[in-house]
């Protein structure tokens, strides 16, 4: 079966062809500019080199016609007939607690995304888009919504209740959903595949560090807490986001800077985190160059975020009673060294301990603790496309069989 992957922005609309008898990258792309001029690049399995082109998208309509016709091309392309995709499978952010699971997008499923808007209005709108565009491009193909959210909905209540006055939860779903879904999902599912044990025997804290970050701790397979909330500015401090802070700064900013609420928080998502402590950068990468060069604001933000990142898994080792392994993931987990290293430093009497050598790697998957560590620590990349494509397979096999 080859799946479509298709990750719809305001302006922008990513994707993949993967085949998932080889779990292979057939192509894969990016369409940007929506609504402005347009530009696609895309990248076949025949070459290395990338396709660039200017083409003109007014709509997301436009742009999934660009990427059929890219798929379909004789130089660039990887197919020869549109109806070599079965399926199609979209990333859509908030699932609100309409869904636990990946579910066929049907009518009735636009209908409890679009309910769900008011809890994403940034992401939403634009992953509706997206499957409307493909649905008016593609037809009937059958087509799988993969959420955010979904893999937090197993949750107890005690772990995503804010301490609000209960009528709000009722009136508002106001509560925590956590993000970052399939990817927690993805690489607690390859942590048990490298441990060799059934992910139901196991206890993780799984950390998902890039330019937003969140960190979810798994009981037997099933996430039972994490740290982004309502909206992704919860948790730790991030590239731009200023993580959890009292809720009075924001009363007491927007008078004392003669904003609104909403500006404030537009600050403490945009503007905010490593950005807004060090003044330098959101990018690790920069932060490190700075801090190179003496820049102790740099430093701050580093270990500001590395503190935050130890404070979460020492929350979640006391909420679970213990851990088996703690997995780093995305640009920053899988990637930056220091930030491992800092993270698990003096953990020694949990039984945490990475071997500095190991460390030196990034970017692959490994065991980077200690032989005779008594918790694993691992890097894995992570692959939210691969996680959706599965999906995808998964269910319209099933709906095929019914
Ligand atoms: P993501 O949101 O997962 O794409 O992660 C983006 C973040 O990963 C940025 O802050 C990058 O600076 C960081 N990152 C990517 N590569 C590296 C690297 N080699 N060393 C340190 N940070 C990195």
Same mark, same amino acid.
């Given at each position: 079966?080859?799946?479509?992957?298709?990750?719809?922005?305001?302006?922008?609309?990513?994707?993949?062809?993967?085949?998932?008898?080889?779990?292979?990258?057939?192509?894969?792309?990016?369409?940007?500019?929506?609504?402005?001029?347009?530009?696609?690049?895309?990248?076949?399995?025949?070459?290395?080199?990338?396709?660039?082109?200017?083409?003109?998208?007014?709509?997301?309509?436009?742009?999934?016609?660009?990427?059929?016709?890219?798929?379909?091309?004789?130089?660039?392309?990887?197919?020869?007939?549109?109806?070599?995709?079965?399926?199609?499978?979209?990333?859509?952010?908030?699932?609100?607690?309409?869904?636990?699971?990946?579910?066929?997008?049907?009518?009735?499923?636009?209908?409890?995304?679009?309910?769900?808007?008011?809890?994403?209005?940034?992401?939403?709108?634009?992953?509706?888009?997206?499957?409307?565009?493909?649905?008016?491009?593609?037809?009937?193909?059958?087509?799988?919504?993969?959420?955010?959210?979904?893999?937090?909905?197993?949750?107890?209540?005690?772990?995503?209740?804010?301490?609000?006055?209960?009528?709000?939860?009722?009136?508002?779903?106001?509560?925590?959903?956590?993000?970052?879904?399939?990817?927690?999902?993805?690489?607690?599912?390859?942590?048990?595949?490298?441990?060799?044990?059934?992910?139901?025997?196991?206890?993780?804290?799984?950390?998902?560090?890039?330019?937003?970050?969140?960190?979810?701790?798994?009981?037997?397979?099933?996430?039972?807490?994490?740290?982004?909330?309502?909206?992704?500015?919860?948790?730790?401090?991030?590239?731009?986001?200023?993580?959890?802070?009292?809720?009075?700064?924001?009363?007491?900013?927007?008078?004392?800077?003669?904003?609104?609420?909403?500006?404030?928080?537009?600050?403490?998502?945009?503007?905010?985190?490593?950005?807004?402590?060090?003044?330098?950068?959101?990018?690790?990468?920069?932060?490190?160059?700075?801090?190179?060069?003496?820049?102790?604001?740099?430093?701050?933000?580093?270990?500001?975020?590395?503190?935050?990142?130890?404070?979460?898994?020492?929350?979640?080792?006391?909420?679970?009673?213990?851990?088996?392994?703690?997995?780093?993931?995305?640009?920053?987990?899988?990637?930056?060294?220091? %930030? =491992?290293?800092? &993270?698990?430093?003096?953990? @020694?009497? /949990?039984? #945490?301990?990475? *071997?500095? !050598?190991?460390?030196?790697?990034?970017?692959?998957?490994?065991?980077?603790?200690?032989?005779?560590?008594? %918790? =694993?620590?691992? &890097?894995?990349?992570?692959? @939210?496309? /691969?996680? #959706?494509?599965? *999906?995808? !397979?998964?269910?319209?096999?099933?709906?095929?069989?019914?």
């Amino acid at each position: 079966m080859k799946v479509l992957v298709i990750n719809a922005g305001s302006s922008s609309l990513k994707y993949q062809l993967i085949d998932m008898d080889t779990k292979a990258v057939m192509a894969k792309g990016l369409c940007e500019r929506i609504g402005i001029d347009g530009k696609l690049t895309h990248q076949g399995n025949k070459t290395e080199e990338k396709y660039k082109a200017d083409i003109a998208m007014p709509t997301h309509s436009d742009a999934i016609k660009a990427v059929i016709d890219i798929l379909l091309d004789k130089e660039w392309g990887v197919i020869s007939d549109m109806s070599e995709i079965d399926a199609v499978g979209h990333r859509v952010v908030h699932g609100g607690e309409y869904f636990a699971d990946s579910v066929i997008i049907t009518d009735k499923v636009i209908k409890a995304i679009e309910a769900c808007i008011p809890l994403a209005p940034l992401h939403n709108p634009p992953n509706l888009t997206g499957i409307n565009a493909c649905r008016e491009v593609m037809g009937d193909v059958p087509m799988v919504a993969v959420f955010d959210t979904a893999f937090h909905q197993s949750m107890p209540q005690k772990s995503y209740m804010y301490a609000v006055p209960y009528e709000y939860y009722q009136k508002y779903k106001i509560r925590r959903y956590g993000f970052h879904g399939t990817s927690h999902k993805y690489v607690s599912q390859q942590a048990a595949e490298m441990l060799g044990r059934p992910i139901e025997s196991l206890k993780l804290i799984t950390c998902h560090l890039g330019n937003g970050s969140s960190i979810a701790a798994i009981d037997g397979g099933r996430s039972v807490d994490t740290s982004m909330g309502f909206t992704p500015i919860d948790g730790l401090p991030m590239g731009t986001r200023s993580g959890n802070i009292d809720p009075s700064i924001i009363e007491f900013l927007a008078e004392h800077e003669n904003m609104s609420a909403a500006e404030v928080i537009n600050i403490l998502n945009k503007k905010s985190g490593m950005l807004g402590i060090s003044g330098v950068s959101s990018d690790f990468r920069d932060l490190d160059v700075a801090i190179n060069e003496g820049n102790n604001r740099a430093a701050l933000a580093k270990d500001m975020f590395n503190t935050s990142v130890k404070k979460i898994i020492g929350s979640y080792i006391a909420e679970m009673g213990g851990v088996d392994a703690i997995i780093f993931t995305a640009g920053v987990g899988e990637n930056d060294r220091s %930030v =491992r290293w800092d &993270v698990c430093e003096h953990m @020694e009497y /949990l039984g #945490i301990k990475i *071997d500095p !050598e190991k460390n030196k790697y990034r970017g692959r998957q490994m065991d980077i603790s200690i032989d005779y560590a008594r %918790v =694993r620590v691992l &890097v894995i990349p992570t692959n @939210e496309e /691969l996680v #959706i494509a599965q *999906d995808t !397979e998964r269910l319209v096999k099933e709906a095929q069989a019914k």
